[in-house]
């Protein structure tokens, strides 16, 4: 058995994950628009998205496919449509939260996107509304993550995400 550090296990996923999904919002309080592909820039994230430019912590908003059954569980649902989160987004196969603070790359080639995932985003006022009676609470440690644009590119469904630069964590 080999012993590992605690700093090579924040660097250990077991495997790649995948975009399963992208929505933008042309404006505020609009519904979010479902589309394939979305070109990605530095200093304005998702281009046709109503946050582009604004604040370069929340350039794109992440989302775990895997929390969408909880939070529709938590809500007396059979299934969530992701455009009702109102992220950007959703990713399955690699866990969001454990890669706070580090980068991902979605996708292949000159084209793939980095992200830095730069902290938790938090559910809003409005799941209440979307979501029904307990929106709220039924998000809260479910609501994703944020993240800025380190490199821009062209992103689609289906590309794989991948950890590719891992900060070194204190020991603790």
Same mark, same amino acid.
């Given at each position: 058995?080999?012993?590992?550090?605690?700093?090579?296990?924040?660097?250990?996923? @077991?495997?790649?994950?995948?975009?399963?999904?992208?929505?933008?919002?042309?404006?505020?309080?609009? @519904?979010?628009?479902?589309?394939?592909?979305?070109?990605? &820039?530095?200093?304005?994230?998702?281009?046709?998205?109503?946050? &582009?430019?604004? &604040?370069?912590?929340?350039?794109?908003?992440?989302?775990?496919?895997?929390?969408? @059954?909880?939070?529709?569980?938590?809500?007396?649902?059979?299934?969530?449509? @992701?455009?009702?989160?109102?992220?950007?987004?959703?990713?399955?196969?690699?866990?969001?939260?454990?890669?706070? !603070?580090?980068?991902?790359?979605?996708?292949?080639?000159?084209?793939?996107?980095?992200?830095?995932?730069?902290?938790?985003?938090?559910?809003? &006022?409005?799941?209440?509304?979307?979501?029904?009676? #307990?929106?709220?609470?039924?998000?809260?440690?479910?609501? #994703?993550?944020?993240?800025?644009?380190?490199?821009?590119?062209?992103?689609?469904?289906?590309?794989?995400?991948?950890?590719?630069?891992?900060?070194?964590?204190? !020991?603790?």
């Amino acid at each position: 058995m080999v012993l590992m550090t605690l700093k090579d296990l924040f660097c250990a996923f @077991p495997r790649s994950g995948r975009v399963e999904w992208i929505g933008v919002r042309p404006k505020r309080d609009e @519904p979010v628009t479902v589309v394939e592909a979305v070109a990605v &820039s530095e200093e304005k994230g998702l281009i046709g998205d109503h946050y &582009s430019g604004q &604040s370069g912590n929340r350039h794109v908003t992440l989302i775990q496919a895997e929390h969408l @059954p909880v939070v529709a569980a938590l809500t007396g649902r059979d299934a969530l449509d @992701p455009a009702l989160l109102r992220r950007n987004i959703v990713v399955s196969g690699i866990n969001l939260l454990a890669l706070k !603070d580090q980068q991902i790359q979605l996708g292949d080639g000159p084209e793939a996107v980095v992200l830095e995932i730069t902290g938790q985003c938090h559910p809003c &006022s409005k799941m209440e509304k979307t979501l029904g009676p #307990g929106g709220y609470n039924a998000m809260r440690g479910h609501g #994703g993550m944020t993240a800025r644009v380190i490199r821009g590119g062209v992103l689609r469904v289906g590309t794989p995400v991948e950890a590719v630069h891992i900060k070194q964590q204190p !020991d603790e």
